[in-house]
């Protein structure tokens, strides 16, 4: 066995350095789920480290078979009237709040809807008007956005609704789309 220079020593050590700094940085960081703690809903499913299935919406299975699904309102059903490019179901927001999208012609009145923002216990904390970005008297779909100023005053979630334009006020009419959203 040949005796280790000293650049081979200093080579040894500076490995053996760098993996023991590698490896207690990863422990460190790596938050560790409460595995065995009931899982309720989607969240606490993910943090009792269950598994994520790819899925739309996405699902959530526990060890012992549970499944729950993340909360993406009612856009699935919507899909083909109206859809939110901003906020996402699940987004992260703040006011003013700039929603952008696209709706069909028939969505509009006068080329604009209302723009609603909830919180948790659907109280209405902000309004607003969604206007057409193009030619609105369509039954194409049309490019829209909107500002809506709100005051989540301490709530975490919340909803955006784009309610459709009803100025029949006949109930038959009416149509929204409902977005989960979490307030920054």
């Known amino acids: 066995m ?14 053996v350095l760098i993996l023991g700094g590698l490896t207690s940085g990863l422990s ?36 012992d078979g549970k499944t729950f699904t993340r ?6 059903e ?13 987004d992260m927001i703040k006011s003013p709040l700039i929603v ?13 809807f209302p723009a ?10 902000g309004v607003g008007f969604a206007t057409a970005d193009d030619e609105w008297m369509t039954e194409n779909f049309v490019p829209f956005s909107a500002e809506v100023q709100f005051d ?3 709530a975490k979630n919340g909803f955006v609704i784009l309610k459709k334009d009803n100025p029949s006020g006949l109930p038959e009419h009416d149509d929204e789309l409902r977005i989960p959203v979490n307030f920054e």
């Open 71 to 76: 909360d993406i309102g009612n856009e699935l």
């Open 28 to 63: 460190r960081s790596v938050e560790r789920p409460t595995y065995g703690a009931a899982a309720v809903d989607f969240e606490t499913c993910i943090t009792a480290g269950g598994t994520i299935m790819e899925s739309y919406p996405e699902r959530c299975a526990t060890k």
């Open 2 to 15: 040949t005796p280790l220079t000293t650049k081979h020593a200093f080579l040894l050590i500076l490995a």
């Open 100 to 112: 952008t999208g696209k709706a069909r012609g028939y969505w509009f009145f006068e080329a604009s």
């Open 78 to 90: 919507k899909i083909d009237l109206i859809v939110s490019a901003f906020p996402r179901p699940g």
């Open 152 to 154: 989540a005053k301490g």
């Open 116 to 125: 609603y923002v909830l919180n948790d216990k659907n109280e209405m904390i």
